[in-house]
DNA sequence: TCACTAAGTTGTCATTTGATTACTTATCGT
DNA sequence: ACGATAAGTAATCAAATGACAACTTAGTGA
């Protein structure tokens, strides 16, 4: 009545460290760092000597997790979003929905547990981050706004931190999700509207009080 | 050429527990609870087993942090700093500074750790919120919008979301400072003035949308 | 002053934990 | 069919770790 002693799979090397880092993951981002190997093993149904055959320490596949989950290339939302006929707000909306999406609870907690214990992702997601969230948004709001476009006028501080804005807003509800554990009366596809209702209103004003007040 | 050996003090119960209590608050809020007691107690300059003496065991030592920290009993901001004469984002920015002002690292730090791990302080933390920051929020936001006062008309989810909004975008920014450790190019009494200045606009049109809609 | 109390320390134990070595066997090309 | 290759395991080690018992001594009150 024991296991089924199931005739446990061989998978060449490549897949296994997949397999691996993919439980690992799993683990890692719901218990933190300090699982022990051996309780890693059990959870994925391999014994602790197998990852030292695929993993030179448990470091390294702290480091593979990380590098799989947040530094190899990925594609994202897609700016057009942005240029729709619509208004501001649903198209802020519909173009941050994406990003809700796309931060599933695995990766925030693994994203926020990496970032205490000192591991700098954000320094090099930042990049990205601009390109694909923060510069579209700052860019639908000066063409909302008639002013010059990306390209012709250099994004201020400031004005990035008008974006960055909205961004925080959205990621503190996944932070209520996945780490406090909140309930939710309001469904997120309705909470991201909001707040990108208010934002647009809020936002398209401040845009144009930083350009007439030369920053 | 060593330690000077100083006559180490011996304090009465009740201090030296104090002492414990934050000293294992600086350890955790930087290196997280895996740190062991024997780290902890050479960074308070008393041995290991003192631990023991004042706590049966690590857990009670981490509880006792928590407790001191997010369940005792402390003031918030001054809900008047709403009521003032000036402009409203004028007067939410003062309010929320202090909010800011509030959160320092060690405590942002060990709330996520302490969240991440399960310890479930947003729970319990959620009616000390709502009455210090929240509902003064939404007051002054009624108020503005010429609409009924909170003991007048029952706040709805849609509404406290709302004021949530600016709260997770401010906490965000803390996280910026005190996790991401990014360099901050805007002061944060310019960031808060700022988000201020957003939130003020986008949502008092949030806030007679909804009562127009009737939620 | 002196003995009593409790604050603090030394030394140690049983487990846990990361890591490794020597062994077993599934899988695949020929 | 079969042997070479590499995927996987069992057993074990040394160090680290939470916890504790036995011992020392600072501080206080009569």
Redesign the interface.
Same mark, same amino acid.
């Given at each position: 009545m024991d296991e089924p002693a199931r005739p446990r799979r061989r998978l060449p090397s490549a897949e296994r460290q997949i397999v691996l880092i993919e439980g690992a993951a799993a683990a890692f981002a719901e218990d933190?760092f300090?699982v022990t190997t051996r309780e890693l093993a059990r959870r994925m149904g391999v014994t602790q000597a197998l990852l030292y055959k695929h993993f030179p320490s448990k470091d390294a596949l702290i480091d593979a997790v990380l590098e799989r989950r947040f530094l190899a290339e990925r594609s994202g939302p897609d700016p057009r979003l942005l240029d729709g006929p619509g208004a501001l707000d649903g198209r802020i909306a519909a173009f941050y929905i994406d990003f809700v999406n796309r931060a599933t609870r695995q990766n925030l907690?693994l994203f926020?547990?990496a970032?205490?214990?000192g591991v700098?992702l954000?320094?090099r997601y930042?990049s990205r981050l601009d390109q694909r969230y923060l510069m579209p948004i700052l860019g639908a709001l000066r063409r909302e706004a008639g002013l010059p476009n990306l390209e012709a006028l250099a994004v201020s501080?400031?004005e990035r931190?008008?974006a960055?804005?909205?961004?925080?807003?959205?990621?503190?509800?996944l932070?209520?999700r996945d780490? $406090?554990?909140?309930a939710f009366?309001?469904s997120h596809p309705?909470?991201v509207a909001?707040?990108a209702?208010? $934002?647009?209103?809020?936002?398209l004003?401040?845009m144009r009080?930083q350009h007439a007040a030369g920053d």
């Open positions: 933190g300090g907690r926020l547990r970032s205490l214990d700098n954000p320094v930042r501080p400031a931190e008008l960055v804005m909205l961004h925080g807003a959205l990621v503190f509800t932070i209520r780490v $406090y554990r909140v009366p309001v309705d909470i909001l707040q209702r208010v $934002y647009a209103a809020g936002a004003a401040e009080r």
